[in-house]
């Protein structure tokens, strides 16, 4: 009844759920004593493997190294058939690994004014346009991205 429900939201909870992180096999450490990428990384995990309604996130790869990003990527994959995913980045590699199916660009209206942008390219990132735009802004440029390319040697 409407009165049940009521009287058990309003119900008072002797104890009070205490998070694990699991740092190691057979090793854990209380999550607020995590770090805030383990924290982070721990959280992504949770939520991409539930379904639901759209999940909007904004900046995933903050407070995460690379190895975890790519672990993320993997989750996402998995994840895209079971809901929409919504995220707003700056990391290549969650978009273009990520395989996003839509990109928007945005940018400022007018240069240094941070209160008003539009959306500067949309797509696929087999659009040219928007390729163009995912290697000048998230990977610092075409010369910036040959000059990694070189000094790895690939």
Known sequence: TPDGWLDLSLTALADF????????EDEYIPFDAASAGQQASALLATLLSQGGPPLIIDQPEDDLDSDTVQEIVTRIWESKSNRQLIFSSHNANLVVNG???LVLVCAYLNAGDQSAGHIKEQGAIDIAE???QITS???GGERAFRL???KYGF
């Open 17 to 24: 759920p205490e998070f694990e992180y699991r740092a190691k």
């Open 99 to 101: 395989d996003a199916d």
């Open 130 to 132: 928007v390729r163009q």
């Open 137 to 139: 802004v998230m990977e």
């Open 148 to 150: 990694r390319k070189e």
